[in-house]
């Protein structure tokens, strides 16, 4: 019987050992966590278990980005950005729709504009707002998703590996362009969230580039590799499902818009598709609404789905099909009522990067 009792004794020492031990861990990565602190969440705006503070530690920098011990930043480039180009497509776009759709241009801020120590490129952002007010804001409505994102520097809105928003930078977007449109916002609180994933972002892709290319040393590309993944957290309004309807080159296929197997960006709307059609929420405000935009403007695309019953989504980047009477076709099959170019601020005044609206300007 002693022998028992003291078996049983040691098990549940060892265990308030372990549990003890590992509290210690975590609490050596916080900072300034006062005891009565109420954690609402495991993680804080930077995607960072609550009280770590960001990292000043520069790994590695060149004339694109910034690699710090938790993150990597990239600039703001202007210097080959094409106004005209910008005010071209929207006013071919416009002109494209036989005037049954109202446009907008929707600029995708970059997460260097809330770093502190960036002036320079807030500046860059701030000119070229300007810019495109001045020229492109001449054919449709341009919206600065800065007057949303402003209010919400202490939210988890840009992934730190990832140059893109998050799925609450997704929503949040949603409810700003809907109120610009002219429709009620859903109320954050009434989203049911989940944290489903961990993963590392194209920003440590791009590292491992420079490191191939011999860039970078063996010792630096560790640590970036070491930088803590980016918590992916999943936004769903009152139970929608968010699925869609993908075509890719070899056909089509059915899948959530929201799927929770895939890491990063790569689960909001599938992979490198043409178009995808998402089934929205049946008692929404609206008909429908046609999104053209890339990796970064689709993180938008699946809780636009909270506010038309139909959201047609076009890859700016593969859509070869969008033409003028694709865009009209589309207008009257799914009822769009408002057409959005939704695309990285920079990449956006590059014929480069705007290869379906391309097609619609060229045409024209």
């Known amino acids: 019987m002693k022998k028992i009792l003291l078996s049983i004794f040691a098990i549940i020492l060892g265990t308030c050992f372990v549990i003890g031990l590992d509290a210690l ?20 705006n930077y995607g960072l278990l609550y009280g770590m503070k960001p990292s000043n ?16 930043v990239t600039f703001f480039d202007d210097k080959d950005i094409s106004y005209s180009h910008i005010s071209n497509l929207c006013r071919r776009l416009k002109k494209a729709t036989d005037n049954k759709a109202e446009v907008y241009f929707v600029p995708m801020p970059k997460r260097v504009i809330y770093e502190a120590g960036y002036e ?34 202490d939210e988890f809105v840009f992934y ?10 997704g929503v949040c977007a949603g409810q700003y ?6 429709m009620e916002p859903h109320n954050t609180d009434d989203y049911e969230v989940t944290l489903f994933n961990k993963y590392v972002g194209d920003c440590i ?11 970078i040393s063996d010792s630096v590309y560790l640590s970036a590799r070491n930088i803590d993944e980016d ?14 309807r993908l075509s890719e080159k070899d056909g089509y296929y059915e899948r959530p818009a929201v799927l929770s197997s895939s890491p990063g960006k790569v689960a909001f709307v599938g992979g490198n598709f043409y178009h995808a059609v998402i089934t929205g929420n049946s008692k929404a405000q609206k008909d429908g609404v046609l999104i053209i935009c890339d990796s970064s403007g689709k993180m938008i695309a699946p809780y636009l789905a909270d506010y038309y019953k139909k959201v047609y989504v076009s890859n700016i980047a593969r859509d070869d099909d969008l033409t003028v009477s694709s865009l009209q076709k589309i207008i009257r099959v799914y009822g769009i009522e408002e057409i959005i170019w939704a695309q990285e601020a920079g990449n ?6 705007t290869n379906s609206l391309n097609y619609i300007g060229g045409a024209l």
């Open 205 to 215: 892709s791009l590292l491992g580039e420079y490191y191939d290319e011999k860039k």
């Open 25 to 44: 861990v975590k609490l050596s990565r916080q900072e300034n966590i006062e005891p009565e602190d109420e954690v609402i969440d495991t993680y804080n």
């Open 231 to 244: 918590p992916m957290y999943i936004y769903k309004y009152k139970g929608n499902e968010y699925s869609e």
């Open 120 to 153: 320079e490129d807030k500046e860059k952002y701030d000119n070229y707002i300007n810019k495109v007010n001045s020229t492109a804001g001449k054919h449709v409505n341009v919206i600065d998703l800065r007057e949303q994102y402003d209010k919400l520097t």
């Open 57 to 72: 530690n520069i790994l590695y920098s060149n004339n694109e980005l910034v690699c710090y011990e938790d993150r990597v």
């Open 160 to 169: 730190r590996t990832e140059d893109t928003i998050t799925a609450y930078g």
């Open 348 to 353: 956006a005044g590059s014929e480069a990067y």
């Open 177 to 182: 362009i809907a109120e610009k449109i002219g």
